[in-house]
Nanobody, 124 residues
């Protein structure tokens, strides 16, 4: 059974950095595109970043482009989200998700399995 476990969230001051990790159990991690989404209180879940199964293609929301970097390490079944120059508006619960072959995908409906989320809080 596939499970996703996020880690690395926490409290950070504006301008700081965090690196989120998402470990995916189950076989053939390298066969699946991965994505990060976030949901702030009172708001809908939104796309943050996505990466193809090989890692050769990535996609970012405009709000995080040039500040966040998604990467993956297939040998460790893990996808990362490096977040730099954090802003208070980045405060949210961050979720990783796994999709099928191909990608990267922006739409949440392309993802079949989701993690439990990790809280990121950016203070001003």
């Amino acid at each position: 059974q596939v499970q996703l476990v996020e880690s690395g969230g926490g409290l950070v001051q504006a301008g700081g950095s965090l690196r989120l990790s998402c470990a995916r159990s189950g076989p053939t991690f390298s066969s699946y595109a991965m994505g990060w989404f976030r949901q702030a209180p009172g708001k809908e879940r939104e796309f943050v970043a996505a990466i193809s199964r090989s890692g050769g293609s990535t996609d970012y929301a405009d709000s995080v482009k040039d500040r966040f970097t998604i990467s993956r390490e297939n040998a460790k079944n893990t996808v990362y989200l490096q977040m730099n120059s954090l802003k208070p508006e980045d405060t949210a619960v961050y979720y990783c998700a796994t999709s099928g072959a191909g990608g990267p995908y922006r739409r949440a409906t392309a993802y079949s399995k989701w993690g439990q989320g990790t809280q990121v809080t950016v203070s001003s």
